[in-house]
């Protein structure tokens, strides 16, 4: 059974840092970009990075620019989002997504497999 399954969520205070893990089970990563997304209450989902198979290419959206990082393992079948200078409003549920394709792309409707999420709160 194909999964994914996010952790390293949870409530942090304005300018903190978060790194949260997509592991993948059941498929191996290898082959497939690896997207992270995130909804806010009453908001639609949104991309917020993306990165190609080989690692080689990695997408942000402008507001986390300079302030995420996305990193993949594949020995581990593993990705990563590294997010420093939190603020408020990254507060939301992130999902991570796999495409069975190797670009990367910040589209939602091209990726294959989501997992279930995880709550970010930025808060003081």
């Known amino acids: 059974q194909l999964q994914l399954v996010e952790s390293g969520g949870g409530l942090v205070q304005p300018g903190g840092s978060l790194r949260l893990s997509c592991a993948a089970s059941?498929?191996?990563?290898?082959?497939?970009?690896i997207g992270w997304f995130r909804q806010a209450p009453g908001k639609e989902r949104e991309g917020v990075s993306s990165i190609s198979s080989s690692a080689r290419r990695t997408m942000y959206a402008d507001s986390v620019k300079g302030r995420f990082t996305i990193s993949r393992d594949n020995a581990k079948n593993t990705v990563y989002l590294q997010m420093n200078s939190l603020r408020p409003e990254d507060t939301a549920v992130y999902y991570c997504?796999?495409?069975?394709?190797?670009?990367?792309?910040?589209?939602?409707?091209?990726?294959?497999?989501w997992g279930q999420g995880t709550q970010v709160t930025v808060s003081s």
């Open positions: 059941g498929f191996t990563l290898d082959d497939y970009a």
């Open positions: 997504a796999a495409r069975a394709w190797t670009a990367a792309t910040m589209w939602d409707h091209d990726y294959n497999y």
